[in-house]
């Protein structure tokens, strides 16, 4: 689907095997209507891959790369869909699986990390505690430090109001974790 890639590779880009491990979540296509997928989606995920190892901008993306912003509308459509979600859950299950533990975790750490912000829009807040103006995020692991759900909130929100934060996004998607939380 898409034209050959042509390219010499990049450190950043999946291998066969990796790309057989999280290719089940991508979506496929609705219908076989509209235009033509252009560009291979291993493609446009290697793009991705590049531009979170690298830290350049969309726009710096390499021309051998799709067009940034296609390679930014996937990005952000995956985020929207649960994409992201569900290839994070498919690998923390593998991972846990190859280390003898149950899939699905049933113990889990918490914390918090207040981040300044320049002035770009968004959500911001202050926090007093850290005296910090900008973000704080909340980040649930297992046990194995493998990410369960973050929440990226005000950094004037709680501790105890972001955790509530976290555990009700996280409720019904950690049934063993979650089952003694009110």
Known sequence: MGKEIKRKPYQTDLSDAEWQRIESCIPKPKTKRGRKREHPLREILNAIFYLLRS??????????????KTVYHYFRLWR???TWECINASLRTEI????????????AILDSQSTKTT?????????????????????????????????VHAANIQDR???MLVLGKAKGKFPRLLSKVK
């Open 80 to 82: 929207i869909n649960g």
């Open 55 to 68: 830290g350049c901008a969309w726009r710096m993306l390499p021309h051998d790369f799709p067009p940034w």
């Open 96 to 107: 846990r699986t190859a280390e003898g533990r149950n899939p699905e975790p049933s113990t």
């Open 119 to 151: 002035e770009t829009p968004g959500v911001r807040g202050y926090d007093a505690g850290k005296k910090v103006n900008g973000r704080k995020r909340h980040v649930l692991v297992d046990v194995m430090g493998l990410l369960l759900m973050v929440v």
């Open 161 to 163: 109001d972001g955790a």
